[in-house]
């Protein structure tokens, strides 16, 4: 069966045919690349009784040796919905991302009854048509190189304050996009319409009409994927610039339904919880995958504050289940993603604990899962899930962002108590009407870099995303133009450099106590790697483990090679003054201290 997704792919696909009862497998069979097999099944419709997405449920076990993965399945209507708009159709599919080289053999379950979609008992309902359906295919390694997230494998938690790229070992630092939240509201997205014209709320954007990215347009490259002609080249520009500028994570609302847009939902109609469309996801899914293509994580974000108590009245409930279960089945295979529980989320603990589980349960490839809570509520939201199995990690908002870098450290220090490491990311800054400006309304970004970007990274966070506030030009719900805040994302990437170039940073801790300055970061390896950061430039002294050091500075502000400042080397141990950075002595500057005798 022709799968519409392969027009994506940008090398040579590759297709079994296996008999019919076993599934057609389809895709780049290679390790870390998304197969998909598609199975002949009931005629459905996303109307249709019974219903296709609660009353039936498909999984398949992909197995290579005693190594397996249990992969939740959709249904996809006529396996064509991204281009056809189908919305009818006997397909139903599963996709999975072979982790190693070699045959692979699976085996699916496919079973029908009231509500079985929802549960996580293999034996729930009745086996029905293809159940049992069995096959192998046979993959080689990736040929992918650079950015692309099939070079580096999944994106995975390691007990670190740090996600880890399983083929190559790399450690992940976050630089992305925070806004626009609805970035899904895309205007060449079947079915997506604007919400209702409405006042804004205090803290709120007002949403102008659907996203077009018009700007992006010229981003867009030859090659590129996608849908019914011509559609989608906008949505592709966009992330294509983002990459360009070495961003690596953009953050989204899966369902805005009753929130800031009202205008993202999964579903054939905001009010219909259980019952999905098909075509509109597909079209999702093709960005994802570009999204991989481009080295950009998935920050999926289910709800938010003024909605999340609309799905089953927050608990976990049937229709709550399916949200998430489709969810998984459709997006699960991505590399690179993070589950987040909700925007200011203001479910019980009981609940986030609940969803926690249950996700986890659903999701063979153990994403991280994190939760976004109000400033104020950190304590309140947090400390519950510390030393939670299923929980990897805050996603921060501050309010006042000169806070960042006390609010880190707090965080990886909690769960270091806790015995289990968290993820402690930036992904909102306030005031909610500020954020980060546009470049022509703040061309340095001083505050924003200082306080918040080098804020988290000098305290052991792992990133930060860049919300736009609502007063300003291309906002978190109008921006259509990412070259608003072009500056900030050069100085992210500068910052990133500077820690995957220069620092074993997995390794190293907070130690603002080894230095003597009020206002500076110091993030260390004691007798082998300092660096410090000096907000307002000047010096500071130093104490050092005994040994000889080499002393060299980097600009924070225009990235480039390390300078050498007035003091070149230092000797431990005991305080010794790094001297004066290069030029500039009033600007920040970070400061990187090696030892000699590093291996």
């Known amino acids: 069966m022709t799968n519409s997704l392969a027009l994506i792919v940008l090398s040579t696909t590759l297709t079994v045919a296996a008999p019919e009862e076993s599934g057609t497998v389809s895709g780049e069979l290679k390790q870390w690349h998304r197969v998909t097999i598609t199975f002949q099944g009931p005629q459905a419709g996303e109307t249709a009784d019974p219903n296709p997405f609660r009353d039936y449920r498909l999984g398949v076990t992909f197995f290579q040796y ?9 249904y996809a209507a006529d396996g064509n919905a991204a281009e056809s708009g189908a919305e009818k159709g006997g397909c139903w599919r599963v996709h999975f991302t072979p982790d190693r080289p070699g045959e692979w053999h699976y085996k699916a379950s496919f079973r029908t009854g009231p509500d079985v979609a929802a549960g996580t008992d293999p034996q729930a309902g009745e086996p029905t048509a293809f159940d049992g359906a069995a096959g192998s295919f046979t993959v080689a390694p990736s040929d992918k190189t650079g950015r692309d997230h099939r070079a580096k494998g999944r994106l995975r938690y390691v007990g670190e304050h740090y996600l880890q790229f399983a083929e190559t070992g790399e450690f992940f ?15 060449d997205f079947d ?3 604007g919400g209702p014209t409405k006042q804004a709320r205090q803290g709120e954007a007002l949403p102008k009409a659907l996203h077009k990215y018009e700007p992006h347009a010229r981003d867009w490259m030859p090659g590129d994927p996608t849908w019914r002609g011509d559609k989608g080249k906008n949505i592709i520009g966009a992330l294509n610039y983002l990459a360009s500028k070495g961003m690596n994570s953009v953050y989204f609302l899966t369902m805005n339904v009753g929130g800031d847009g009202k205008d993202v939902w999964p579903w054939i109609d905001a009010e219909t919880q259980d019952r999905f469309d098909c075509s509109r996801l597909d079209q999702w899914e093709i960005v994802f995958s570009h999204m991989d293509r481009e080295g950009l994580m998935l920050h999926v974000i289910t709800q938010e504050t003024e909605n999340d108590q609309l799905i089953n009245g927050g608990e976990l409930g049937i229709e709550r289940k399916l949200y998430y279960r489709e969810l998984i089945a459709r997006f699960g295979h991505h590399l690179a993603l993070v589950w987040n529980l909700g925007e200011e989320n203001t479910n019980t603990d009981q609940q986030r604990a609940e969803f926690c589980r249950y996700i986890e349960q659903c999701d063979p490839y153990d994403h991280p899962i994190v939760v976004h809570t109000f400033p104020g509520k950190y304590d309140q939201v947090y400390t519950p899930l510390l030393g939670n199995l299923q929980f990897h990690g805050p996603s921060l908002q501050m309010g006042n962002m000169a ?16 015995g289990r490491k968290w993820i402690v990311c930036l992904d909102e800054i306030g005031p909610a009407h500020t954020g980060v400006k546009p470049d022509k309304d703040d061309p340095d970004h001083d505050a924003v870099r200082k306080q918040a970007l080098w804020g988290n990274l000098m305290a052991g966070g792992a990133g930060a995303e860049w919300y736009f506030g609502y007063k300003f030009a291309h906002n978190d719900l109008n921006c259509e133009d990412w070259r608003s805040r072009e500056t900030m994302w050069d100085q992210t990437r500068y910052a990133l450099e500077f820690f995957q ?8 801790k907070p130690h603002d106590e080894l230095t ?13 790697t300092y660096a410090v950061y000096l907000p307002e430039g000047g010096t500071t002294e130093l104490r050092l483990e005994e040994g000889q050091y080499a002393v060299k500075w980097y600009d924070p502000r225009r990235g480039g090679p390390l300078q050498d400042g007035t003091v070149k080397t230092l000797t431990g141990p005991g305080s010794r003054s790094i001297g004066f950075p290069p030029d500039e002595p009033s600007k920040d500057w970070a400061v990187l201290i090696t030892s ?3 291996p």
């Not at 976050?174 to 626009?180: F, V, Y």
């Not at 806070?403 to 806790?418: G, M, N, P, Q, Y």
């Not at 170039?501 to 190293?508: A, I, W």
């Open 501 to 508: 170039q220069y620092l074993p940073f997995p390794r190293m």
């Open 403 to 418: 806070a960042t870098h006390a609010e880190t450290l707090k965080w990886v220090a909690r769960s270091d108590e806790s």
């Open 596 to 598: 000699s005798r590093q």
């Open 191 to 193: 079915g997506t319409t």
């Open 173 to 187: 630092l976050k630089g992305g996009a925070d806004s626009p939240e609805n970035f899904l509201a895309y205007v």
């Open 66 to 74: 005693a190594d397996a993965y249990v992969v939740p399945g959709f």
């Open 516 to 528: 003597s300055a009020q206002d500076d970061y110091c993030f260390a390896l004691p007798g082998e």
